[in-house]
């Protein structure tokens, strides 16, 4: 069909094959003689669904055009029928398939959590053998500083009285700021193994001191190999977490 009605007032045996050539499209009786047909088309707003086909028989009655208004009307209501039935059968097919994903986003998050539950465990057993570990290497790294400190303060008063010259006394001088450096470099090593464990607070320092006190530092090296610091005036003042700053610029000096 052209997607319009089709009437066919009067027609015969005859002319039933060239209107109707689909012998599926329509059932007869055996012995009806068709007078009259009406082909109406099912039609949605998107597509053409099929036709109904209505074939008066025996009683000679013609189709006329308040039969074919109430066709229409009827085919239009079948017509939305279907198509209210396939949406219908879309959206519940749509509703599955959300409802498979959401599954499926459930299971992931929950894979997910227990991931990060497991790896959190993880990382907290490795902090926790990290810090046992630092502890361990502080007190062994103190344990034989303190010697060295002790012998230094042994020596400083035996020559209490004069015994050693100025150039002793300021090697004593530096064995005791080389203890004092290094007992400040185990501790910021603690405090640096425990940062993830707390929170970090940044404190602003003067650049030009840092430069200052780790040129102090390193004064011997720097004697030794004949070097000079230059420092331009002015740094600017930066913004640091614990005390490893001029241990830092020191070694970039040396």
Same mark, same amino acid.
């Given at each position: 069909?052209?997607?319009?009605?089709?009437?066919?007032?009067?027609?015969?045996?005859?002319?039933?094959?060239? &209107?109707?050539?689909?012998?599926?499209?329509?059932?007869?009786?055996?012995? !009806?003689?068709?007078?009259? &047909?009406?082909?109406?088309?099912?039609?949605?707003?998107?597509?053409?669904?099929?036709? @109904?086909?209505?074939?008066?028989?025996?009683?000679?009655?013609?189709?006329?055009?308040?039969?074919?208004? &109430?066709?229409?009307?009827?085919?239009?209501?079948?017509?939305?029928?279907? *198509?209210?039935?396939?949406?219908?059968?879309?959206?519940?097919?749509? !509703?599955?398939?959300?409802?498979?994903?959401?599954?499926?986003?459930? !299971?992931?998050?929950?894979?997910?959590? *227990?991931?990060?539950?497991? #790896?959190?465990?993880?990382?907290?057993?490795?902090?926790? /053998?990290?810090?046992?570990?630092?502890?361990?290497?502080?007190?062994?790294?103190?344990?034989? %500083?303190?010697?060295?400190?002790?012998?230094?303060?042994? %020596?400083?008063?035996?020559?209490?009285?004069?015994?050693?010259?100025?150039?002793?006394?300021?090697?004593? /001088?530096?064995?005791?700021?080389?203890?004092? #450096? @290094?007992?400040?470099?185990?501790? *910021?090593?603690?405090?640096?193994?425990?940062?993830?464990?707390?929170?970090?607070?940044?404190?602003?320092?003067?650049?030009?001191?840092?430069?200052?006190?780790?040129?102090?530092?390193?004064?011997?090296?720097?004697?030794?190999?004949?070097?000079?610091?230059?420092?331009?005036?002015?740094?600017?003042?930066?913004?640091?977490?614990?005390? #490893?700053?001029?241990?830092?610029?020191?070694?970039?000096?040396?």
């Amino acid at each position: 069909t052209s997607g319009e009605y089709e009437l066919h007032s009067k027609v015969d045996a005859g002319s039933l094959s060239a &209107i109707l050539p689909d012998p599926r499209a329509y059932s007869l009786r055996p012995g !009806a003689v068709p007078s009259s &047909i009406l082909v109406v088309p099912l039609r949605t707003r998107r597509e053409l669904l099929g036709v @109904m086909t209505l074939i008066h028989a025996e009683s000679g009655r013609e189709f006329e055009a308040p039969d074919v208004v &109430i066709a229409q009307k009827l085919t239009y209501l079948m017509a939305l029928a279907i *198509d209210h039935g396939r949406l219908h059968a879309d959206v519940a097919r749509q !509703a599955d398939e959300l409802r498979r994903k959401e599954r499926e986003l459930v !299971a992931l998050n929950r894979e997910l959590e *227990d991931r990060v539950t497991q #790896r959190t465990a993880q990382l907290r057993e490795a902090v926790g /053998s990290l810090d046992t570990f630092s502890r361990t290497v502080a007190h062994d790294l103190r344990a034989p %500083l303190r010697a060295v400190s002790g012998f230094a303060d042994a %020596l400083d008063e035996e020559s209490g009285g004069g015994t050693l010259p100025p150039e002793g006394r300021g090697f004593i /001088s530096r064995i005791r700021e080389g203890c004092r #450096r @290094m007992d400040t470099f185990i501790q *910021d090593l603690l405090t640096y193994s425990q940062a993830g464990q707390s929170e970090i607070s940044l404190v602003p320092l003067d650049l030009g001191k840092v430069v200052a006190d780790a040129e102090t530092r390193v004064e011997a090296d720097l004697q030794a190999r004949q070097a000079r610091v230059v420092v331009q005036p002015g740094l600017p003042w930066v913004l640091r977490s614990g005390g #490893r700053l001029v241990e830092a610029v020191a070694n970039l000096l040396s």
